[in-house]
């Protein structure tokens, strides 16, 4: 999503603000690091918020960064799960 430029698609339309180019791409960003293979590399809750937060953004987006973070993480398990299956033929 990162790199071929389409993380806007994955926004919820109901949101009130839509967040910026540079949010979006922080929170996949973020999401990515959270489900690294190796567990020892993945960052701690403390450590996610903290990445998430900015001077620019005020509290409501740092919220809605958190729910942005949470659906692509949501979305890169429903995809792993996905291509579990096809490999096991569930």
Same mark, same amino acid.
């Given at each position: 999503? %990162?790199?071929t430029? !389409?993380a /806007? /698609? %994955? $926004?919820?339309?109901?949101?009130?603000?839509k967040? *910026? *180019?540079?949010?979006?791409? !922080?929170?996949l960003? %973020?999401?990515?690091?959270? $489900?690294d293979?190796?567990? /020892?590399?993945?960052?701690?809750? *403390?450590? %996610?918020v903290?990445?998430?937060?900015?001077?620019?953004?005020?509290?409501? /987006? $740092?919220?809605?960064?958190? +729910?942005?973070?949470?659906?692509?993480?949501f =979305?890169?398990?429903h995809?792993? $799960?996905? =291509? +579990?299956?096809? =490999?096991?033929?569930?």
């Amino acid at each position: 999503m %990162v790199g071929t430029r !389409r993380a /806007e /698609e %994955v $926004v919820d339309p109901n949101l009130e603000a839509k967040p *910026t *180019t540079r949010a979006l791409k !922080r929170a996949l960003l %973020v999401a990515l690091r959270c $489900v690294d293979p190796d567990a /020892e590399r993945r960052p701690k809750m *403390t450590q %996610v918020v903290r990445m998430l937060e900015a001077d620019e953004y005020p509290l409501r /987006e $740092v919220y809605d960064l958190l +729910f942005l973070f949470f659906s692509f993480l949501f =979305i890169l398990f429903h995809s792993a $799960v996905n =291509i +579990f299956m096809e =490999i096991w033929e569930f």
